[in-house]
T-cell receptor, first 116, second 109 residues
Framework: ETGVTQTPRHLVMGMTNKKSLKCEQH?????MYWYKQSAKKPLELMFV???????ENNSVPSRFSPECPNSSHLFLHLHTLQPEDSALYLC???????????????FGNGTRLTVT | GQNIDQPTEMTATEGAIVQINCTYQ??????LFWYQQHAGEAPTFLSY??LDGLEEKGRFSSFLSRSKGYSYLLLKELQMKDSASYLC??????????WGAGTKLIIKP
């Protein structure tokens, strides 16, 4: 149990579908992140929220849309995805990103997404 | 550009010692992290080094040389459960985490 819960664990969707990934953290952290992990590639940071405010969007295509209603919950809305978007999507949390930059990330187990 | 290099895969024997290297070229340096990731699971934090030298935590130790842009993770008395990927990540001058692609460690009996 990592304190960060992601649902669903697995998701198969067609290119015309709309789906959402959910992340919830029970650690009292103030920063939340979405990462994309593809085989044999470095983790790619997608979005960062600090105190519910989006602070980073790393040139992510608009077919990925994040939402952070409060410091404990984070969503990633998906629509009209491409097969190359198939990957493991990891959510993470940490203490205040601006002041506690040495604070380690706590990751969820990820959602394995397959786009057909 | 910024770059983190680590071996793609390593194999070691149960009970032995293995050293996983990580070299980095980044714009500035504010610390280096090691994470462990078992297949299908979340990466979990192992260590953070910001000063040169060796830090030991039980069977795991992490070393840093800032002048050489080099770190290693040392695993002693290997156990089968140590089979996992080990991710190296550097915090650059803008406090952005730069990640390596990870080293898959296979432990054989």
């Amino acid at each position: 149990e990592t304190g960060v819960t992601q649902t669903p664990r697995h998701l198969v969707m067609g290119m015309t579908n709309k789906k959402s990934l959910k992340c919830e953290q029970h650690l009292g952290h103030n920063a939340m992140y979405w990462y994309k992990q593809s085989a044999k590639k470095p983790l790619e940071l997608m979005f960062v929220y600090n105190f519910k405010e989006q602070t980073e969007n790393n040139s992510v295509p608009s077919r990925f849309s994040p939402e952070c209603p409060n410091s404990s919950h984070l969503f990633l809305h998906l629509h009209t995805l491409q097969p190359e978007d198939s990957a493991l999507y990891l959510c993470a949390s940490s203490q205040d990103r601006d002041r506690e930059w040495s604070s380690p990330l706590h990751f969820g187990n990820g959602t394995r997404l397959t786009v057909t | 550009g910024q770059n983190i290099d680590q071996p793609t895969e390593m194999t070691a024997t149960e009970g032995a010692i293995v050293q996983i290297n990580c070299t980095y070229q980044t714009s500035g340096f504010n610390g280096l992290f090691w994470y462990q990731q078992h297949a299908g699971e979340a990466p979990t934090f192992l260590s953070y080094n910001v000063l040169d030298g060796l830090e030991e935590k039980g069977r795991f130790s992490s070393f840093l040389s800032r002048s050489k842009g080099y770190s290693y993770l040392l695993l002693k008395e290997l156990q089968m459960k140590d089979s996992a990927s080990y991710l190296c990540a550097v915090l650059d001058s803008n406090y952005q985490l730069i990640w390596g692609a990870g080293t898959k460690l296979i432990i054989k009996p």
